[in-house]
């Protein structure tokens, strides 16, 4: 992603975007239940593709996403939405008060760190 995308969009929102097609695979595969091999045999592709994929060290094709989603049994969807800038803002906030975004990270790692589920 060039510096003109990434300072319009913010780090934070560029960096999911620069990793969303990782983020989408392993969730697939996970949610499949398949292996890295299982999934590279199905989609007809080397193992190594589909771990540096989902490394976020090699960006797929949108065909190559298509084909390998489906390979999981799913298919990906897209819906044409406003951009929401809630991430750029906060990014900004961050930057103009770190203090405060620090205190506010180490609290969201607390509640994370002891969140108890069930």
Known sequence: MNAAMRAL?????AEVYDDW?????????????LSQA???DRAGVAESTVQRIER??????????LGLLAATGKEL????????AHDRILDE???????????????RDYLVDHLVLG
Do not use: K, Y
């Open 56 to 65: 976020g060290t090699m960006q797929p094709t949108t065909s190559m996403l």
């Open 38 to 40: 299982a999934l590279a």
């Open 9 to 13: 969009i913010g780090p934070t929102t």
């Open 21 to 33: 097609a990782a983020s989408l695979l392993a969730l697939a595969r996970a949610e499949s239940g």
């Open 77 to 84: 969807r897209v819906a044409l939405v406003d951009f929401d």
């Open 93 to 107: 906030r961050a930057t103009a008060f770190p203090g405060r975004a620090a205190g506010a990270q180490a609290q």
